[in-house]
């Protein structure tokens, strides 16, 4: 099925996806510059016993997992604006039929209608990756 979205619902979700993309990727650029292995290199050095150690391992897995988790929202939002170029956005990828606006409002980078992402879930028994 098409698109039902209008062209001014189009141009408002783009913008939406530009913006956060734009904001992902100084988030990104920030986050990295906190995670600055140096840093972790020099405490590395200054640790006394394992217990220091796996604090600063902690603290440095955390930091890469919140940067990783960013790139995926980042190629999410990347693959829908693809999808918008392409006049494939918002239709969902298992269906076929339109994904509701309010949905792509609430989540612009939404690659399935709300049914089948339930469904998904369900059947994976996890939250929707970003």
């Known amino acids: 099925m098409t698109n039902q979205l209008t062209e001014d619902q189009r141009q408002t979700l783009k913008q939406a996806l530009e913006a956060h993309s734009a904001a992902l990727q100084e988030e990104i650029r920030s986050e990295l510059r906190a995670a600055d292995l140096h840093r972790a290199e020099d405490i590395m050095d200054r640790v006394r016993d394992s217990g220091d150690e796996s604090v600063v391992d902690l603290l ?3 930091e890469y997992a919140d940067i990783d988790r960013h790139v995926r929202e980042l190629q999410a939002n990347e693959a829908a604006l693809r999808a918008w170029h392409d006049g494939r956005y918002g239709v969902c990828i298992d269906c076929g039929e339109p994904i509701d606006y309010e ?26 990756q970003l």
């Open 103 to 128: 949905r792509l409002q609430a989540y612009p980078s939404a690659l399935r209608c709300i049914h089948c992402q339930e469904r998904v879930e369900h059947a994976t028994g996890r939250p929707p």
């Open 60 to 62: 440095a897995d955390i």
